[in-house]
């Protein structure tokens, strides 16, 4: 066969190669196009989705650096970083029955955070929440209620706790409250404690005995209200 034709055919073959590399590319990216949009679609129209196991872990990993544990009636995540707990109660290891419940408790995560597998909250609320001061440490030898209806937001920063929106019944008064507080530097990531879990397992006792100690003083006034403006501080 002359040379000629070897390189015509040679030519014909190069072009179909070609051709067929990028017929193969060009539906390669249109299936990868049309599974990400089937993947939108899903995300979009799935309004729960299961908890992450890291993100879960992640959680428990700055609950017990709290020094609490918390129990979840039922959880449910948003691809965009938000969770939405229900039902929570939360237990001390010094005593055996739950000490503080929420009815919902929402958590927005930082989402690039999330791509790195840790639990980075940006914002906190809290919704039909109450405190029980136990048995032990009540003056009537049982357990009692003594802060109920609390509704909350929380805005964790670098420093200092935001506290944009409380309202809560504190031992029969009203309270309401707006500001933030100084927080410690944990120096720690992953395993950093949660600020509020933090200082209720820190000051629950003493918060038990004070609240114990108002309710009984405070008894007498007539719809008493408390209206508090925090500033951080050390």
């Not at 820190?202 to 609240?211: D, G």
Request: hydrophobic share 50%; with cysteine.
């Amino acid at each position: 066969m002359p040379a000629s034709r070897w390189l015509t055919l040679l030519g014909q073959g190069t072009r179909f190669c070609g051709a067929c590399a990028v017929a193969f590319a060009v539906w390669t990216l249109w299936l990868a196009l049309a599974l990400l949009l089937a993947g939108q679609l899903y995300i979009a129209t799935q309004h729960e989705l299961e908890v992450p196991g890291f993100l879960m872990r992640a959680l428990e990993e700055r609950l017990a650096a709290s020094g609490v544990r918390v129990t979840f009636g039922r959880t449910s995540f948003d691809p965009t970083g938000r969770v939405l707990i229900e039902e929570a109660r939360v237990l001390l290891p010094a005593f055996a029955e739950p000490v503080a419940s929420a009815r919902t408790i929402y958590v927005q995560l930082d989402p690039w955070a999330l791509v790195a597998g840790k639990f980075e909250p940006r914002e906190v609320r809290v919704s039909g929440a109450s405190l029980a001061i136990p048995a032990m440490l009540s003056r009537t030898g049982t357990a009692e209620e003594i802060l109920g209806g609390l509704d909350a937001t929380f805005v964790p920063g670098e420093n200092e706790l935001s506290i944009a929106q409380f309202t809560a019944r504190i031992a029969g008064v009203a309270v309401t409250a707006h500001g933030s507080v100084y927080v410690p530097t944990t120096g720690a990531t992953r395993a950093a404690p949660l600020p509020v879990a933090d200082f209720l397992a820190r000051n629950f006792a003493t918060i038990c005995r004070q609240l114990d100690a108002a309710n009984t003083r405070l008894a007498a006034l007539d719809r008493p209200e408390l209206h508090l403006e925090l500033s951080p501080s050390e």
